[in-house]
């Protein structure tokens, strides 16, 4: 039997250190520890929720448009809401912000099993509580967001973003799942119920969590201002331009929107090739935090954000181009890769360079962005292809992104100096 050096041991620890997601920010920080298990089983919880929400809509209305509507009344108040969260989570304890939104999420749970269980067949009312759902959570992420920074040291910071990307990528991809497995093999009632006793684990966390009171601005103010947070932004090159790389990406790169046309124009597919489309770019960014033990030795790290864009971009256009499906599928995983690498260090850069009396605010208007900016791109996307083709949309999209974001960086050179050690907002 072959035994391995302790030498060669020690190498292969380095090396899978360098490559592996660095699990420090979960061994060593238990706050974070409780508080990332906490969102991460709430959050699979959520997409179970959202997923039997559209069944059972479809199965009351049989209606395509009536299923749309539900993303609608989640968008509208995620964006609302957003900003008005972003400045409480600056004036009150974000403990009490996060630990209340969070009994508010479990209550909207409980109200949609409650619906399902006596059979009310009411779409408005599970609109209404879409609605009131998103509202919640546009209160409770900013606080939850700004409090990572003080759980952590800033060198921390990267490790414990890719950490979050990969419980949303997570989310993501086996929520929806769980939830139709739930669906089929009891109903819509364990789905919603599965989900309310999820956020028992955020609510634990955030109640075992120290008092975060609200860092004071020089000026005294007791209440935040969410026009004070919007010029703060215009006055900070780096941190906007963590916000504007994003917004090229989504609206010019993201071509999610022409899927279902490109499954059966450019594959041949239908709805089995639209899941492995959509399904892809999130496997990447599985991937990508899985594989992420790198990240935290970058110092440059507004420079990788253009260069993760500038990738994101390249694949998407390539995608566009065309070819057989496995290659496809693999241009956009490299893409969703990409993207979560842009993802880390924008996080990175925004909790680091912004203040404390700032971070709720900040993290406002990364909602805001977050979920308008994917809405605009599908129209985008829509909208060039009606004018040509599927295909051009997608070329000249990802093309487009690629140029804007290096202009961008050329208007704003700072960003391209970005030093993790030194950081300037």
Known sequence: MTRVSPASQRVSKRIAGAVLADVTP??????FRRLWFGHSVSSLGQQ???????????????????????GLCSVIPLIVFGLLGGAIADSVDRRIVGLV?????ASVSIVLAAQAVLDLGLVWLLYAAVAVQSAFFAVNNPARTSMIPKLLPPER?????????I???????????LGGLVIGLWSFQAAYLIDALAFSAA?????????MPPTRAEDGRKRASVLDGLRFLRSRPNIRMTFLSDIVAMVFGMPRALFPAMAATLYGGGATTVGLLVAAPAVGALAGGLFSGWLGQVRRQGRAVVIAVIAWGSCIAAFGLGGPLWLGLILLAFAGCADTISMVFRNTIMQ?????????????????VVAGGPRLGDFEAGSVAALSTERIS????????????IALSLRWRGFWRYDARDPQP
Do not use: H, K
């Open 101 to 105: 939104s969070a009994v508010g999420l």
């Open 26 to 31: 979960l061994r060593e920080f238990p706050d």
């Open 394 to 405: 997608v070329v000249s999209g990802g093309l487009a992104c690629v140029v804007l974001v």
């Open 167 to 177: 419980a949303m990528a997570l989310a993501m991809t086996i929520g929806p799942m």
């Open 203 to 211: 609510l634990y966390a955030m109640w075992r969590l120290p008092s």
């Open 48 to 70: 179970m929720t959202a997923v039997a929400v559209a069944i059972q809509v479809y199965s009351l209305t049989e209606s395509n448009f009536a299923v749309g509507l539900v």
């Open 157 to 165: 910071l990267p490790a414990a973003n890719a950490l979050n990307s």
């Open 352 to 368: 680091v360079a912004t203040p404390d009396e700032m971070r709720g605010r900040l993290a406002g208007v990364f909602i805001v």
